[in-house]
């Protein structure tokens, strides 16, 4: 058997794209917490909170879905998570692209455009 028909295609897709959503949900739910607070120019985008979350959370939920894959896989364990890990990118790059052009056209942001 190839490695490629190791490779569990699925489980880095599902991986991927549940790390994200969490990634997401996360910053919303401190949009949501802030807001309620009555502070949330600390929570709103490109502030230093949705840095930080963004670091965190992407690293944190990345790490326990590729644990939770790595159930379920035999070997190649570190192909399984730089591939989650490069999923996870491919999906924020595309999400990037489809943004209007008036958030991709914040200074702080010009490093990531093609």
Known sequence: MSATHRIHWKWIVIAGFLGEATVFAVFFLLLFAATVAGVPEIARPMSTLDY????????????????????????????????????????????????PDRWRSLPCMSWLMF
């Open 52 to 99: 930080i979350d963004a670091l965190v959370s992407s690293f944190v939920t990345v790490f326990l879905f590729t644990l939770w894959v790595g159930k379920r896989i035999d070997s190649a364990f570190v192909t399984h998570g730089v591939l989650i890990g490069l999923f996870g990118i491919l999906l924020f790059g595309i999400m990037w692209l489809l943004l």
